[in-house]
């Protein structure tokens, strides 16, 4: 990949478009989509099911090829990896210890086996969770669980990070600390993040811009910038009319509809 300039964004995506066939018949995910992150910027990519929100985050990884367009990763040389990927599933390994389940990503690398956790050992210090390093993922939170796989990610030292609904299966209070938590971290780390959700006030609250992706294939139907300072008053009136466009622009003509979105 190629190292960055101060011209070159570090995510640069253009006239992306994804198809894949099944049984003869073709399924058009992606048409025509267009985007340009930024080193450090917190992007929230909001949509409907289905509209190819987590499918972007393969391409991204090099897990799906497109069908046409391209996909520029200009990531930042210091960091040891391009991307890291954070799941809505923490995924842990039940037989594994909780600083052995952050130094996984670490095995195939040149560190020994010390060096590898005293990596994770750091990276748990970053998500606040140095203390429970020696316990087994079934004595931990769901919202613990979800740092321990922030702090999987991290411990990789990547450029970019990739986040897929990781917050989405947690209840109201555990959700809302771990959003905090994920601003301190991009704050303290510099990190580019890359964050899918379905929650309008998340995305509000979390990013520096949202994309809206909407239709069949998906496209951008909308790129907004939040202009709310740091930190941002959850439920205030700007976020709340903020969160109307970006409903509308998701519900535009062309996508799907949906009565349900989080406001």
């Given amino acids: 990949m190629e190292a960055v300039t101060k011209l070159d964004p570090v995510i640069d995506i253009r006239g992306l478009a994804l198809s894949f066939e099944q049984n003869g018949q073709r399924t058009d995910v992606l048409r025509g989509l267009d985007l340009a992150v930024e080193q450090g910027e917190f992007i929230a990519l909001v949509g409907a099911s289905g509209v190819g929100k987590s499918t972007l985050l393969r391409v991204l990884m090099g897990l799906a ?5 391209t996909v520029q990763v200009h990531p930042d040389p210091a960091a040891e990896r391009p991307m890291a990927l954070v799941f809505q599933d923490a995924r842990l390994l039940p037989w594994r210890r909780v600083w052995s389940n952050v130094a996984f990503g670490l095995e195939k690398t040149s560190l020994n086996k010390a060096e590898r956790r005293k990596r994770a050992m750091q990276a748990l210090s970053v998500v606040g969770l140095a203390d429970l390093a020696e316990r087994w993922p079934w004595q931990l939170s ?55 959700t379905h929650d309008i006030d998340e995305a509000i609250y979390l990013a520096d811009r949202i994309v809206a992706l909407g239709g069949k294939p998906g496209e951008v139907k909308a790129v907004r910038t939040v202009d709310q300072p740091r930190p941002r008053k959850r439920g205030s009136i700007a976020m709340q009319d903020l969160a109307a466009l970006v409903k509308a622009d998701i519900s535009a003509e062309g996508a799907p509809q949906r009565d349900d979105w989080v406001i």
Wanted: aromatic content about 4%; proline content about 5%.
């Fill in 142 to 196: 769901g919202g613990q669980r979800q740092r321990v796989s922030l702090a999987r990610a991290l411990a990789v030292r990547p450029s970019i990070l990739l986040m897929d609904e990781p917050f989405s299966a947690l209840d109201v209070a555990t959700r809302e600390g771990l959003q905090d938590e994920l601003i301190r971290v991009w704050r303290q780390m510099g990190k580019t993040i890359v964050f899918v």
């Fill in 65 to 69: 090829a497109p069908t046409a367009g």
